[in-house]
């Protein structure tokens, strides 16, 4: 059973999640902008997707890219998710493991720390 929550509060759940990242990474992260969609349109049940060059594979012709992207989608963790509660620890997960792709951490070694 999905659960039902409005856009606003969803958006405040992604800030909120936004606000767990530690200071020191905080202020790494540069030129990402971070976004609240419904589904992915070939994926639907995909939770999140980081879309830009992750930060250990920058070099100097990165200069003057457009932002990196963070999606989240909001219906595909509603669906999968049975409370508020679980909303908001999926949100804060798929957060995490959307900014970690950022830093250049790969899918397998974030299932190894437990944030797949």
């Known amino acids: 059973m999905s659960v039902r929550m409005n856009e606003e509060r969803f958006d405040e759940l992604v800030s909120e999640a936004l606000d767990l990242i530690p200071q020191q990474l905080a202020e790494a992260i540069d030129n990402v902008v971070v976004l609240v969609d419904a589904r992915h349109d070939e ?43 679980d909303v908001v620890h999926e949100v804060a997960v798929t957060v995490i493991h959307e900014i970690a792709h950022y830093f250049g951490i790969e899918e397998d070694r974030l299932h190894e720390l437990g944030w797949g």
Not at 54 to 77: C, K, N
């Open 43 to 85: 994926e639907p049940d995909l939770l999140g997707l980081y879309h830009g060059i992750a930060l250990t594979e920058r070099d100097s012709h990165y200069a003057g890219s457009l932002p990196d992207t963070i999606t989240v989608y909001r219906d595909a963790i509603l669906d999968i998710c049975e409370s508020e509660d």
